[in-house]
C-alpha cells in the first residue's frame, strides 16, 4: 500500500455491465477516464518483448518537437551547441526554475555570468540545445558517411532518419531547410539540473547516503518499492536531487573488496566531524537500481527517451559508464517485472450521476494490481479498474550502423530507458491514485 500523495479525483466511465466509478480523494476534482468492457482483453505490454532482469513495460512515447539549428565543424558541437540563456522552460515542468538556465534565479549563482565563489564544476554552459538523432545501442551516435550525426524527425507518426546537408559546400552541415521545424529537441525536464555546479549534487549525495551509510540493498534496512526507488527505515527516497545523485554515483562506483557488492561513497566534512558514508549495492542489481534513480528523479508526467538519459548522463559524466553497462543489458517487460506488485485505490461506485452532491458518493478501497488492474462488486455490478499504462518509448536506436532504425529491440541503451520509463510510469500512477 502507498501513502496518499496528491488530492485528485479521476472518473471512470465503464460501459456495459460495468458501473460508473472514480478513483477519490479530498478536495474532488473531476478528470474523465474511460474504458471499456474490453480493457481486460487488451494487452498490458504492446512494447518490447524480451528476457533479462529488468523491470519493464510496454506504448509510444517519442520527442517534442523543435527547430534544428545551424550547422558546425564537429560531432560534439553539432551535438551539443552552445547554451544558451534564453532557452525556453516548461510550464508543465516542475523543475526548478533557476535549471532552465536563469542564473539571476539560481540560489547557487551570484546573479552575474560569471561562476559563484566555491561553486564547484560549472557544467552549464558547455551545453545547449540537442536533437534526437540516430544511436548504436551503447547510446553513441550512428554517423553517416560525411561523420555527422543524423537526426530523427516524425512523418507520418513513423521516425524517419534523415542526413544533414553541406548546402554552401564549406564544410558546415545543418538541417535540410524543408526538415527545419521537425527536428526534435531534447527535453529533459527537471534533470537538467545536472548541469548546475557539481556542488549541488555533491550536497545531495552526502544527504542521500548519510541515511544508507553502512547498508547494503536488499538487507532488513534498506529496501525498494513498486518502482524501484529506494526505501530506508519504511521511507522512500524521493528527492528528484538525490535520486540524480546516486544515479551519478552509483554507475562510477567499485567492487574493491571483489565481493560482488559496488560501493557508492562519498566524503563528508563538517562541525561534527569528517569521514565516509558508504552503501553497499550488488553488482547485479546495479542497472536495475539505475534505472528507477533516473526515474525518481525525472518529471512524473514525463516521457523518457534514450536521448533523454544520455543527455543528462553525458551532463553528469557517466555516459561512457553507463555505454559499458548496457552493453549487456535486455529488457524484461512489464508484465514480469511488475506481475506480483500492487497498490490500494480509493474507487467511487457510487454517486457519479450527482456530482454536487457529496452525500451519496460512496467508495471501496480496491486492490489492484499495477500490469492487471483489479475488480470490485457494488450493487451487483462488477466495476474493472485498469493498472498502469505502460508505454514504448520511441525507437531511435540503429545497433547495425546502417543508418535504418531496428525492430523490436529489447537491450542496450533502449532497453534500459525503456525500464526507466516504466518505473516513471509506476511512480505517477501510484503519485496520483496509490493509497495507504
Not at 25 to 39: C, M, T
Request: proline content about 3%; overall charge negative; aromatic content about 6%.
Amino acid at each position: 500500500m502507498k501513502t496518499l500523495k496528491q488530492s485528485i479525483r479521476k472518473a471512470l466511465s465503464v460501459t456495459g455491465t460495468a458501473a460508473v466509478i472514480s478513483f477519490a480523494a479530498l478536495p474532488l476534482a473531476v478528470n474523465p477516464w474511460s474504458i471499456g468492457d474490453s480493457y481486460a482483453e487488451q494487452p498490458t505490454e504492446q512494447g518490447h518483448q524480451g528476457s533479462g532482469q529488468q523491470r519493464g513495460g510496454g506504448a509510444g512515447k517519442g520527442g517534442q518537437q523543435g527547430q534544428g539549428q545551424g550547422g558546425s565543424k564537429s560531432v560534439f558541437d553539432k551535438i551539443f551547441s552552445v547554451f544558451s540563456d534564453e532557452e525556453e522552460g516548461d510550464d508543465d515542468s516542475d523543475r526548478p526554475e533557476w535549471a532552465q538556465g536563469n542564473r539571476e534565479a539560481n540560489p547557487h549563482s551570484s546573479g552575474s555570468q560569471g561562476k559563484p565563489d566555491a561553486a564547484g564544476t560549472m557544467k552549464g554552459d558547455l551545453f545547449g540545445d540537442l536533437w534526437i538523432i540516430l544511436r548504436d545501442d551503447s547510446g553513441e551516435p550512428v554517423l553517416d558517411a560525411n561523420g555527422q550525426v543524423q537526426p530523427i524527425i516524425i512523418v507520418d507518426g513513423v521516425p524517419t532518419v534523415i542526413q544533414l546537408v553541406d548546402t554552401d559546400g564549406d564544410g558546415k552541415y545543418e538541417v535540410p531547410v524543408e526538415y527545419a521545424d521537425a527536428v526534435q529537441e531534447v527535453d529533459v525536464g527537471r534533470t537538467n539540473v545536472a548541469r548546475s555546479p557539481s556542488k549541488v549534487l555533491d550536497h545531495s549525495l552526502t544527504e542521500a547516503l548519510s541515511k544508507l551509510d553502512g547498508t547494503t540493498l536488499g538487507d532488513e534496512t534498506v529496501t525498494v518499492d513498486d518502482a524501484g526507488r529506494l526505501v530506508v527505515d519504511g521511507s522512500t527516497i524521493d528527492s528528484p536531487l538525490e535520486n540524480l545523485a546516486i544515479y551519478q554515483a552509483l554507475l562510477t562506483a567499485t567492487d574493491s573488496n571483489d565481493d560482488g557488492l559496488l560501493e557508492v561513497k562519498v566524503d563528508y566534512s563538517g562541525e561534527a566531524g569528517s569521514g565516509t558514508y558508504t552503501f553497499l549495492v550488488p553488482v547485479d542489481s546495479q542497472l536495475d537500481l539505475a534505472a528507477s534513480l533516473f526515474a525518481a528523479a525525472s518529471d512524473k508526467t514525463a516521457s523518457l527517451t534514450v536521448d533523454n538519459i544520455v543527455t543528462v548522463s553525458t551532463f553528469l559524466g557517466v555516459n561512457d559508464e553507463l555505454a559499458n553497462l548496457v552493453s549487456n543489458y535486455t529488457y524484461d517487460g512489464a508484465s514480469t517485472a511488475y506481475k506480483d506488485s500492487s497498490v490500494y485505490v480509493n474507487v467511487q461506485v457510487d454517486g457519479l450521476d450527482t456530482p454536487d452532491d457529496l452525500s451519496d458518493d460512496v467508495y471501496q478501497s480496491v486492490e489492484v494490481n499495477l500490469v492487471t488492474g483489479g475488480t470490485t462488486t457494488y450493487d451487483g455490478e462488477t466495476i474493472t479498474v485498469p493498472g498502469v499504462s505502460f508505454e514504448t518509448i520511441a525507437n531511435t536506436v540503429d545497433n547495425n550502423a546502417d543508418g535504418t532504425l531496428d525492430a523490436n529491440d529489447n537491450d542496450g541503451i533502449d532497453g534500459f530507458t525503456q525500464t526507466a520509463d516504466d518505473a516513471l510510469q509506476v511512480i505517477e500512477f501510484v503519485h496520483d491514485i496509490g493509497i495507504e
